[in-house]
């Protein structure tokens, strides 16, 4: 009797502590969580006192450190006030064990990419959520509207799905943000009859056009002529029209792609050789040529392209800012080695920067707020002492009635 005593008591002790794990990891400084949606989500943003702006992000648990990257147990979206702290949960939204890869914010929708289980939406003024394209598990990269009515996503072809088709390419698919019309937009093809899988789609902000990037690999070839032959490209595509165009090729193009405000240009990161470094290009569409900003022997990575015409990026793992030019480069952050920022995004008023911080040792991220009015002083939004908890990809919305 006392040794089931004690092992009642272990049970109940380790109830308590992973409780404890979970709990703690959902605060950040003094602020509170609230799990699910509230009546008033958007009305308590609308009346804020201080202003009407949310950070979002994920947060991923993993199963173990040793291989983080394919090891997520599940995530949820969260959402922060930068001035109050206050954190908002979105998991019982969602199902406990998805995975979220990406997600698009308008100004009261959210498509998220729950990894398995398709897209699922989040309506924040008429407090629901719902799944769109279901019949694809596995679609993704979700891009929402500017209007808020389409979807732009990536996902696996009808015919490879019922079992007709072997390729399991990915295609560029639209659909209206209820889950009807789904429609076929791209589909490439190089010059050699290879299909591309389309990969990232961003529509610009006068939502005419969807960049969009394709890899290209011939998978009947052995692995070390393909590894050898793969590339990348940069497309556009008309979402009323279908048609699409060329714009870029490159040995490896890295995710995002950032419109200007005008949506005549985009920014991108690139590099024509495997040996090469990452620079930052961009790309005039109504003058087709193509403009090189940095030219370093580090790794460059645009982030963000705000309505002040200035770029966030990334040099050797800290946070630089410069014109959309290229010219007058600032670097904000020193890391010394130490942590590498990423997914870097303007405040509405660009005052401010709010950047997930990846640490190199630990594997793990957090997410920061470096102030650009008061000598760039860096703060920690939210992060934790659990090695198994992550945060990532910051998006700072400021949401209009």
């Known amino acids: 009797m006392k040794m089931r005593k004690i092992i009642y008591l272990i049970v109940f002790i380790l109830i308590l502590y992973f409780l404890g794990i979970i709990l703690s990891d959902t605060k950040a400084n003094n602020g509170y969580l609230k799990n699910g949606l509230t009546k008033n989500y958007l009305e308590k943003v609308w009346a804020s006192e201080n202003n009407n702006e949310k950070i979002f992000f994920i947060c991923n648990y993993y199963k173990n450190l040793e291989s983080k990257y394919s090891s997520i147990s599940y995530s949820t979206l969260m959402s922060i006030n930068p001035d109050k702290f206050d954190i908002f949960n979105f998991h019982k939204m969602m199902s406990n064990k998805s995975e979220i890869r990406d997600y698009s914010i308008g100004n009261s929708k959210i498509v998220i990419d729950n990894y398995g289980e398709g897209l699922l939406v989040i309506d924040l003024l008429n407090n629901s959520s719902y799944r769109i394209v279901t019949e694809d598990p596995y679609s993704g990269f979700p891009a929402i509207s500017p209007n808020e009515k389409q979807v732009a996503f990536t996902g696996l072809s009808s015919d490879f799905i019922a079992g007709r088709l072997d390729s399991d390419n990915l295609d560029l698919y639209i659909v209206n943000i209820d889950g009807s019309n ?8 190089n010059e050699n009859g290879i299909k591309g899988d389309e990969i990232y789609p961003k529509w610009s902000h006068d939502g005419l056009k969807l960049a969009f990037i394709s890899y290209f690999e011939d998978y009947t070839k052995p692995r070390t002529e393909r590894l050898k032959n793969y590339y990348f490209a940069l497309y556009l595509v008309n979402p009323f029209t279908n048609e699409l165009k060329e714009i870029y090729k490159a040995k490896l193009i890295f995710a995002p792609i950032e419109w200007s405000y005008d949506s005549n240009k ?9 040996q090469d470094d990452y620079e930052i290009y961009v790309i005039d569409i109504a003058k087709n040529n193509v403009t090189k900003l940095t030219d370093n ?29 290229g010219d007058n480069k600032k670097q904000i952050t020193k890391s010394n080695g130490n942590i590498e920022y990423r997914n870097a995004k303007w405040a509405p008023d660009f005052s401010k920067i709010v950047a997930q911080g990846y640490y190199k040792q630990q594997r ?19 992060g934790s002492d659990n090695p198994f908890i992550s945060y990532s990809h910051p998006t700072w919305i400021r949401f209009n009635k």
Do not use: H, P, R, Y
């Not at 789904?182 to 093809?189: V, Y």
């Not at 022997?297 to 030019?325: A, P, Q």
């Not at 793990?364 to 009015?373: R, Y």
């Open 297 to 325: 022997n580090v790794d460059d990575f645009v982030w963000d392209w705000g309505s002040n015409d200035k770029l966030i990026f990334t040099s050797k793992d800290d946070l630089w800012v410069m014109d959309s030019n």
């Open 364 to 382: 793990k991220s957090e997410i920061f707020l470096i102030d650009l009015t008061n000598q760039n002083k860096i703060s920690k939004l939210i």
């Open 266 to 274: 985009i920014a991108i990161s690139a590099k024509d050789n495997e």
């Open 182 to 189: 789904l429609k076929l937009l791209a589909q490439t093809k």
